[in-house]
């Protein structure tokens, strides 16, 4: 069994940062891609940022220069530095990975639970 538990979302006011953090726990030989994606009410998900093993990262257009994402491989965790934060990114941010499972030794992907970033003043 593997789980991401997904911490650090919240209120913030416009202008304002936050920083996610998601860490995997369970059954993992090794983890291969993470990412972030957002739903906001009404919308697709959308990815917001993601990393590969060898460290390279992708953004949203509308997050380039806001947003970092980083990992930490010995925690098998995944962070979103998000700074600037504008009402546009309010929106469920959840955490997304690829891994090997130690298990089954197979590709496996998994979601969090989300969590809930509102920007408001």
């Known amino acids: 069994q593997v789980q991401l538990v997904e911490s650090g979302g919240g209120l913030v006011q416009p202008g304002g940062s936050l920083r996610l953090s998601c860490a995997a726990s369970?059954?993992?030989?090794?983890?291969?891609?993470l990412a972030w994606h957002r739903q906001a009410p009404g919308k697709q998900r959308e990815l917001v940022a993601g990393?590969?093993?060898?460290?390279?990262?992708n953004y949203a257009d509308s997050v380039k220069g806001r947003f970092t994402i980083s990992r930490s491989t010995g925690k098998n965790a995944v962070y979103l530095q998000m700074n600037s934060l504008k009402p546009e990114d309010t929106a469920v941010y959840y955490c997304?990975?690829?891994?090997?499972?130690?298990?089954?030794?197979?590709?496996?992907?998994?979601w969090g639970q989300g969590t809930q970033v509102t920007v408001s003043s």
């Open positions: 990393i590969t093993p060898g460290g390279s990262t």
């Open positions: 997304g990975i690829t891994y090997y499972s130690s298990s089954s030794g197979s590709l496996e992907n998994l």
């Open positions: 369970g059954s993992i030989f090794r983890i291969n891609t």
